[in-house]
């Protein structure tokens, strides 16, 4: 089920780019193109930090996640404030959508973590059996 989720969000993500990039070399650039674009180039920007965090760090669990939260909500305010999504009165949107996010993304990757547990699990006690 995890393959065809990744795969599903993998291919999704490219017809999304390919209808993209057709769209601005017929039409041009649209505001909605340019807010994907930019939401494409922030997601990048987090998962790099995300993944330095992971090779760089030795965090528990709870530390790790509260870590990442505050990164990413850093990144999505100076994103934010540098491209016009947040103003000095709203910045604290950011906390709410990256904690959004951050939720949903962690839970999945929990469920993932709990089913390849139980999977080496299953094979570790087949082979000793």
């Keep these: 089920m995890k393959r065809i989720i990744r795969d599903t969000c993998i291919l ?16 041009g650039m649209t505001d909605e193109i340019r807010l994907v674009l930019l939401l494409f180039g922030l997601s990048f920007v987090i998962a790099t930090a995300n993944y330095f965090l992971d090779e760089y760090t030795s965090l528990s669990i709870i ?4 870590v990442k939260y505050i990164v990413a909500t850093c990144i999505v305010m100076l994103f934010g404030f540098i491209v016009g999504w947040f103003y000095k ?14 939720i ?26």
């Design 89 to 102: 009165s709203n910045f604290w949107m950011a906390f709410i959508y990256v904690g959004i996010v951050l």
């Design 104 to 129: 949903l993304a962690y839970f999945i990757d929990a469920v993932k973590t709990k089913r390849d547990i139980e999977f080496i699990n299953s094979r570790i006690k087949d082979k000793t059996t």
């Design 63 to 66: 530390a790790g996640y509260a």
């Design 12 to 27: 999704s993500s490219l017809m999304i780019f390919c209808v993209f990039v057709i769209s601005i070399r017929w039409v």
